[in-house]
C-alpha cells in the first residue's frame, strides 16, 4: 500500500514559483526550511528516495559523503542545504560543460549562481570574484586548479563559503577511475571554518574509493549516505561476441520500436560514424564524438532529447550532463576499463521508471586492447625505477635524461608523469626534473596494481555467472540493498535475453563439469585456477572455454563464486574462490547434460567497411622545414607560458608529438584542429582558438 506524501506548508509569497524569473531571495536570512524550499523554489512536491536524510543532516551542519548513481539528484543534496544556510556555497567541480549546466538551471530558478573556470575571460571572472566578495552569490563554481592561486585564496578569505561542495569526487582518489591530481590536492587547499559542512558527492565510489576520499579531504567524521544503486526497471545482458558481429547484433535489437530511444556506446570515433550511418536505415540515427564541431554535437545532442533523433551512436564524450528520461535501451559495443564507468553509462537508459535494458558487447580481445593502454600510460615500475636513478638533487632537462637512458621520448614522459603525480620527481614548467621522495614506489605500485585489477573486474563481470544488478550492488557497497536477485538481467531470467542464446554441453564439456562438481565435493572451496588445473587441463581446454563452464554452473545454482584476496610483498592480490551451493551438497546425482552453456556468436564473414570519409592524411616527413621549426618554437613558447601559469610540466599542457602533428598538419578549424592526436575536446575548448591563431600566423 502507498501513501501520498503529507500536504506541504504554505510557502511565503516572497517566493516566487519556479522558473518565473529573479526572485527577492528571501532564504538570505537562513529561516525557510527544507520543504519550503524545495516547493517553492525547485518546485518539487516531494523528496526522491534518501535525498531529505542527506540533506537534513548537511543543513545541521554534519560532513556528508554522499554516493548516489546518476540521475538520483545529488546535486539537490547541496543546493538545498546551500539555500537553507543562507547562500554563498562554494562548489568545486572539475568538468566545464557540467559547472555551466549547474549554473545555468540554478540561474533559471533565480537563484543567484555564477563560475569561476579557464573558459571564462578576464572581465567575466572579475565580475564574478567581485559578486562573490560583497555576497551577491549563492552559488560559485570553480575548478579545483583554482584554489591553487593565492588571489582565489585571498578572495574566500574575505568572504567566506557557508557551506562547501566538493562534485564528482571520486576524482580524488588514486582509486577512482578518473582520478586527477589538482584534485588530490582539495582537501589541503579547502577553506576550513567550525560549522561549514562539507560534502563530498560522486556516482561512482567503492568502499576502497570513498575511504580514500574522506581521508583525503580531512572529512573522517562524515556521514556516509551509499544509496540507491539497485535498478528495479533495467535488465543487464552480456554477450561474448566478435568484433565483426556486433554491428548487426545492435540492429537486430533497435530494429524493433520498443527498444528505442536508444543510445549506443562505441569504442572510437571512426566506430561512432561507420555504425551511425548502418542504423540509419533503421531509425533517425547520428553519430557523436568529440571530432565533430561542436556544432555539430549540440545539435545532435538537441535533436535527441528532442526526439527527433531516435538513435545516438557516441563515445563516451557523450553523456555528461544528458538528462533524456525515457533511454530504452543502452548498448556497449566493447568492454568498458571499470565497472564504474559502465555503471555509470548504463545509468542513462529508464529514467522515467519505464523497463529498459542494457547490452554489453564484448570479446577477451577487447581485453587486450585495455592492457596496451594501461602499458602505454603507467609503464613497468623499472622504467620509473631507471629514470629517479638518473635523477639527482639537481634539475636535469628532459632531453638530457632522453640521450643518458636512451629511452623512447613519449616512454620517458608517461614515466616522469607518473613520477611527478607520486612525488617521486619534482618536475617544473620547462620539464627539469630532479629526484623526489622515495615513497613513490608503494604508491604507484598499488595504482599501477589498483588499474589492472579494476580491468580484471570488469572481465569478471562481462561473464559472471551471477546476478548483474546484485553484483553491482556489491561493488559499490550499498549495505542497505536487500541483496536480492533483480529478476530482470540475463542471469535471473535467460528466456528474457534479446541477444544471448544457449546450448547444451559436448562429451567433453560435460566430463569437466563432473570433473569440477567432483573436486568441489572432496575440497569445499578451490580458488579458479586451481579448479581449471584439476578439471580442465588434463582435457587440454583452454582457460576462457573452462571459465564460460564453471559460470554455467553458478548460473544454475550449483556453485557459488565469491571475491578474496591476500597480500603479498604489500600489494593485495585479487582472485576468486568457487564452492558448492547447499542444495547441490544435498543432490544425489549430478546430471551435466541438464546444463546449459552460452552459445559462442560466429565472426561475421565480409564485415562492412567504415563509410566514413578518410581524414586529411598528416604529412609523415621525418625533417621539418625552417618555417616549421620557427612554428614549433612558436608552440613552446606558449606551452611553457600556460604551463607556468597553471605551475605543471609542460607536457600536461601538450605532448611534443601532438605539437609535431600541429605543426605538420596546420589545421584551420575546430573540426581538423580535433583531428590532430592528443587534441581532445577539453583541450580544443581550452587552447583551439589561441592554437589556431599561431598556426594561420605562421
Not at 538520483?72 to 537553507?84: D, F, I, R, V
Not at 623512447?408 to 612525488?423: C, G, K, P, R
Not at 609542460?650 to 578549424?669: C, M, N, Q, W, Y
Amino acid at each position: 500500500m502507498t501513501h501520498d506524501p503529507p500536504p506541504l506548508p504554505p510557502f511565503p509569497d516572497e517566493i516566487e514559483p519556479v522558473s518565473r524569473g529573479p526572485v527577492s531571495r528571501p532564504w538570505k536570512d537562513g529561516s525557510h526550511s527544507l520543504p519550503i524550499l524545495l516547493h517553492g523554489i525547485f518546485g518539487h512536491s516531494h523528496f526522491r528516495p534518501h535525498q531529505e536524510e542527506v540533506c537534513q543532516s548537511v543543513t545541521a551542519g554534519n560532513n556528508a559523503l554522499v554516493v548516489m548513481p546518476t540521475g538520483a539528484g545529488k546535486s539537490l543534496c547541496y543546493q538545498l542545504p546551500g539555500l537553507t544556510k543562507g547562500g554563498s556555497a562554494l562548489v568545486i567541480s572539475p568538468l566545464i560543460a557540467l559547472m555551466e549546466d549547474q549554473v545555468a538551471k540554478l540561474q533559471a530558478l533565480g537563484i543567484a549562481a555564477d563560475r569561476l573556470h579557464s573558459g571564462r575571460d578576464r572581465e567575466s571572472s572579475f565580475r564574478t570574484a567581485q559578486g562573490w566578495r560583497q555576497g551577491d552569490l549563492d552559488f560559485l563554481f570553480i575548478a579545483p586548479e583554482r584554489l591553487g592561486l593565492r588571489s582565489f585564496q585571498d578572495l574566500i578569505t574575505e568572504h567566506a563559503p557557508r557551506l562547501v561542495a566538493v562534485d564528482e569526487a571520486h576524482c580524488i582518489s588514486h582509486w577512482g577511475h578518473d582520478f586527477r591530481p589538482d584534485y588530490r590536492l582539495v582537501g589541503e587547499r579547502l577553506p576550513r571554518a567550525q560549522g561549514v559542512p562539507l560534502v563530498a558527492l560522486t556516482a561512482t565510489a567503492t568502499p576502497r574509493v570513498q575511504k580514500d576520499i574522506v581521508e583525503k579531504l580531512g572529512i573522517n567524521d562524515a556521514r556516509r549516505f551509499i544509496r540507491g544503486f539497485r535498478r528495479t526497471n533495467l535488465g543487464v545482458e552480456c554477450v561474448e561476441a566478435p568484433p565483426s558481429a556486433r554491428a548487426e547484433m545492435v540492429k537486430r535489437v533497435v530494429a524493433d520500436p520498443i527498444n528505442r530511444p536508444a543510445l549506443i556506446y562505441a569504442p572510437t570515433r571512426k566506430e561512432t560514424e561507420a555504425l551511425a550511418a548502418e542504423l540509419a536505415d533503421v531509425a533517425p540515427s547520428a553519430a557523436y564524438h568529440a571530432g565533430l564541431r561542436s556544432s555539430t554535437r549540440d545539435r545532435v545532442q538537441a535533436e535527441f532529447l528532442g526526439g527527433k533523433l531516435e538513435i545516438v551512436v557516441a563515445t563516451i564524450a557523450f553523456g555528461m550532463g544528458i538528462d533524456k528520461a525515457d533511454i530504452r535501451t543502452v548498448f556497449h559495443t566493447a568492454l568498458p576499463g571499470t565497472i564504474e564507468a559502465y555503471y555509470q553509462e548504463i545509468g542513462r537508459a529508464g529514467r522515467d521508471g519505464g523497463n529498459s535494458r542494457a547490452i554489453l558487447l564484448w570479446s577477451w580481445a577487447d581485453r587486450r586492447t585495455h592492457e596496451y593502454f594501461h602499458t602505454r600510460d603507467y609503464p613497468e615500475p623499472s622504467v620509473l625505477e631507471r629514470v629517479f636513478e638518473a635523477l639527482s638533487d639537481l634539475p636535469t632537462a628532459k632531453d638530457d635524461l632522453q640521450k643518458t637512458l636512451g629511452m623512447d621520448s613519449e616512454v620517458l614522459v608517461a614515466a616522469l608523469n607518473q613520477l611527478w603525480i607520486h612525488q617521486g620527481a619534482q618536475v617544473d614548467p620547462e620539464v627539469n626534473a630532479l629526484r623526489g621522495s622515495n615513497g613513490w614506489r608503494k604508491t604507484y605500485r598499488a595504482q599501477r596494481d589498483h588499474r589492472l585489477a579494476q580491468l580484471e573486474e570488469i572481465c569478471r563481470y562481462a561473464g559472471w555467472g551471477s546476478c548483474r544488478m546484485t553484483a553491482i550492488v556489491k561493488h559499490f557497497g550499498d549495505r542497505l540493498d536487500s541483496g536480492a536477485d533483480c529478476d530482470l538481467c540475463d542471469h535471473c531470467v535467460p528466456k528474457d535475453c534479446l541477444l544471448r542464446s544457449y546450448r547444451p554441453p559436448t562429451v567433453d564439456e560435460c566430463r569437466v563439469l563432473i570433473a569440477v562438481v567432483d573436486a568441489l565435493h572432496e575440497h569445499s572451496n578451490r580458488t579458479r585456477l586451481q579448479l581449471f588445473k584439476q578439471a580442465a587441463e588434463p582435457e587440454e581446454m583452454v582457460r576462457k572455454d573452462f571459465e564460460r563452464l564453471l559460470d554455467a554452473l553458478a548460473r544454475e545454482n550449483i556453485v557459488e563464486i565469491w571475491s578474496d584476496s591476500f597480500t603479498k610483498d604489500g600489494r593485495e592480490i585479487l582472485f576468486q574462490r568457487a564452492a558448492l551451493t547447499p542444495e547441490a551438497r544435498r543432490r544425489s546425482a549430478f546430471d551435466p547434460s541438464l546444463i546449459e552453456l552460452t552459445a559462442e556468436i560466429a565472426s561475421k564473414a565480409g564485415a562492412k567497411k567504415s563509410r566514413r570519409k578518410a581524414k586529411k592524411p598528416i604529412p609523415t616527413a621525418t625533417v621539418l622545414s625552417s618555417a616549421e621549426e620557427n612554428l614549433i618554437k612558436t608552440l613552446r613558447a606558449w606551452r611553457l607560458s600556460e604551463a607556468r601559469r597553471r605551475r605543471v610540466p609542460a607536457f600536461r599542457i601538450l605532448g611534443d608529438r601532438t605539437l609535431e602533428a600541429l605543426v605538420r598538419a596546420k589545421p584551420s578549424d575546430d573540426d581538423e584542429l580535433l583531428d590532430i592526436p592528443g587534441i581532445g575536446p577539453t583541450i580544443a575548448r581550452k587552447y583551439g582558438k589561441k592554437i589556431l591563431e599561431m598556426l594561420a600566423g605562421g
